[in-house]
Nanobody
């Protein structure tokens, strides 16, 4: 079992930056790939970014590539999402997720553990 708690969300103007954090507890953090997903009102949850167990590999949705950076600190059991050049369309609840797979997967239903989410609102 893995417990995930996100933090760092808030209100920011377009063009601004935010850094989300996700603290994990429970079983060995480094045994899980970690991911960020988001869900805007009236839409399905979508993949944003993922990082491998060691942090050597990352993968991004096209919509955030070049603006967002995922990273992890296995010593602190924490994964981060640095979000730069934010746009109003980035407004959503952002969720952290954990997956024991060696493959970085984008399908929501394949991820095993989820946090409660943190709201990010980008004003125009």
């Amino acid at each position: 079992q893995v417990q995930l708690v996100e933090s760092g969300g808030g209100l920011v103007q377009a063009g601004g930056s935010l850094r989300l954090s996700c603290a994990a507890s429970g079983r060995t953090f480094s045994s899980y790939a970690m991911g960020w997903f988001r869900q805007a009102p009236g839409t399905e949850r979508e993949f944003v970014a993922a990082i491998s167990r060691s942090g050597a590999r990352t993968y991004y949705a096209d919509s955030v590539k070049g603006r967002f950076t995922i990273s992890r600190d296995n010593a602190k059991n924490t994964v981060y999402l640095q979000m730069n050049s934010l746009k109003p369309e980035d407004t959503a609840v952002y969720y952290c997720a954990a997956d024991p797979s060696l493959v970085l997967r984008v399908v929501v239903t394949l991820w095993d553990y989820w946090g409660q989410g943190t709201q990010v609102t980008v004003s125009s």
